[in-house]
């Protein structure tokens, strides 16, 4: 069964910096991943898939980068900003039809 | 483009009561989802759609849950009789097909008391 792990669980930065979220999976045999975020009392919005014949992707000041060989992924966000406060998903599909499996998510808090 | 409707918001019962939870997926898209979020927690799958068929019931608890998808378009998600544990927030996805993109809901909070 796929287990997937993001750490850390919790981050607080200060406005501007650049931070990486991690996130590995244990079955390397993947379809693809999407990093989503989770705003309190909202559901997900879906920030970037990556699928498995990639090795990267921006949107913006995001950039997530998948070594599917290590199971490993990670998501950059550059100069962050108060309105990136969210909680961040990471989820891998294992085939064209399975199902997506989440990790706990890690809480991000930027502060002015 | 209007996005995943879900309703109600909110809902708190008492145990062994039933509940019943609505959603209206992206007009167009072809496979319907429904999760499981416990406070802490990522998301779990229930149950997948494709149309008006099941593609995927593995994680459903189905001795109290059932779910439908009438015409291929809303779904329904019921919970009879609810336990303690089924506390949690309800999501609901949608996609154009199984391999694109999925889209939630805002989802369906439920404590169960």
Known sequence: KQEVTQIPAALSVPEGEN???NCSFTDSAIYNLQWFRQDPG???TSLLLIQSSQREQTSGRLNASLDKS???????IAASQPGDSATYLCAVRGSTLGRLYFGRGTQ???WP | EAGVAQSPRYKIIEKRQSVAFWCNPISGHATLYWYQQILGQGPKLLIQFQNNGVVDDSQLPKDRFSAERLKGVDSTLKIQPAKLEDSAVYLCASSL???????FGPGTRLLVL
């Open chain 1, 108 to 110: 991000l808090t930027v």
């Open chain 2, 97 to 103: 097909d199984n391999q694109e993109t999925q889209y």
């Open chain 1, 70 to 76: 290590s199971g490993r992924s990670t998501l950059y």
């Open chain 1, 42 to 44: 909202k559901g997900l």
């Open chain 1, 19 to 21: 931070l990486v979220l």
